[in-house]
């Protein structure tokens, strides 16, 4: 397991504690934000198999997902000049940039034009929501490295009914799912703990 | 993922809810039993990634770990035959027979006996703590097959600095761990969500 584990078991333990308490949506995307800002700050953490791009599309890796389905994260692997469609979420996310950039073009349904574009630089956060702005279509900034973001969402986000928005003005519904069938052992704590046993009790 | 995955999804959200609700042991252990015995009624869910026993040794796979490490789960595997050593957890635990069968002998530190042995067969649910009895010595009934029993503990079981009682009367400090490095990710209910999407919104 990569050095900087503890600070993934720190974020998701922070927004474990975020869910129970139940703030409002604009104090949790604040809190939120903090959070995950510190987990992107250092690029230490994420386990090699949670970034590993394809040639054909972007890749999602869960990387935690709450028993209750209050939150989910994800690395967000982004090929060489690979792209979403335009896309909602219906939940709130927070995306940090953790590797390489990101653009990120807001969508206005009702004219079908872009309302502005975000670029992501590594230990930038950036958030969407049904209230705050939740459509959008993001690609990778730069034609020739992989990219990756961490991105948090206030639900199991592959289970997540969803739309993809076509130019023409059709509405496709989807579905995101996840590309790992297992994920990252990060509660084995063992090693650090036997060291500090004496040899006798 | 194995069919009856879903079992295992509510019994670790039913243990989520049950931590968050800050009960007492006793009323804990009440409504645990009662969800590890849900969870372990049918055995078609266990993914076989943590089935597998080792020659050597019993095998602990993390199913899962609560991020403010209230509790764990973990499928227990036994070789033909095997046993631990007298050892005692600190926390709470519940035990509940999957597969098999497995003998557990109380163990009395001030004597150095036994204090009794019960026999958990498939369905049966046993527990231990500091205040109900927390010493005991545990092998697989079975000298010729595999049993597997799932256990859920009040903590990262696999990171606490507990203790093995030898019968000369030494008292030796351990630390179990885990064996998997990755778990399975239990969390990809994205093809169910997708069947019943409509083709257009
Ligand atoms: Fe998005
Ligand atoms: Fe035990
Ligand atoms: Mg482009």
Redesign the interface.
Known sequence: ?AEGIERL?RC??GF??LV?ARLTEERLLDEGRRLLGELIAVDDWLPD?CAVPDPERYQQY?L??????RF?MVSFVWGPGQSTPIHDHTVWGLIGMLRGAELSHGWDLATRCRTGTTRLEPGMVDAVSPSIGDVHQVENALADRVSISIHVYGA?I????R?VYRESG?????????V???????????????A??????
Chains 1, 2 share one sequence.
């Open positions: 397991m078991r998701i333990a474990t504690r129970e198999a869960l935690y997902c709450d028993p209750l389905e989910s199991n592959g289970a997540v009914a739309h059709e509405t496709v519904p989807f579905v995101s799912g996840y790992n069938t297992v994920l990252p052992n990060l509660w084995d704590r063992s090693a650090a703990v036997r500090t046993l004496p040899a006798r009790a």
